[in-house]
């Protein structure tokens, strides 16, 4: 973790290369089986990625659709199952959003 503290300490709250660190830490509890850690994480990436000065909205669209994707799947490893769907519907109307309904990702689960 002292990379991530390096990080904050360098880093904006809302930079996405923090809210990049803080879903792959999320990603990697959800691995060990941490899940409220890996839930924690994600969260505090999404909030980052929604505060993100980000000049591309489409890219920020983006990174949040893939970090809700992420706890969508959290939230379904806790047992959660109506967050996890409403996360996942979520990160499909973004991905939808961003990429079109015809996009090849926008059809499956490929957020």
Do not use: C, W
């Not at 360098?10 to 803080?22: F, I, R, V």
């Amino acid at each position: 973790m002292a990379v991530l503290e390096i990080r904050r300490k360098l880093l904006p709250p809302g930079h996405p290369d923090l809210a990049e660190s803080l879903d792959r830490i999320g990603l990697l509890r959800r691995r060990q089986g941490r899940y409220k850690e890996a839930e924690t994480a994600i969260r505090e990436a999404l909030d980052g990625a929604a505060a993100s000065g980000e000049t591309k909205k489409e890219d920020k669209d983006k990174r949040i659709a893939l970090y809700t994707n992420h706890l969508g799947l959290v939230l379904e490893d806790r047992g959660k199952s109506a967050e996890a769907e409403a996360a996942f519907r979520e990160a499909l109307a973004l991905q939808i959003k961003v990429l079109g309904a015809h996009n090849r990702k926008s059809r499956g689960n490929g957020v």
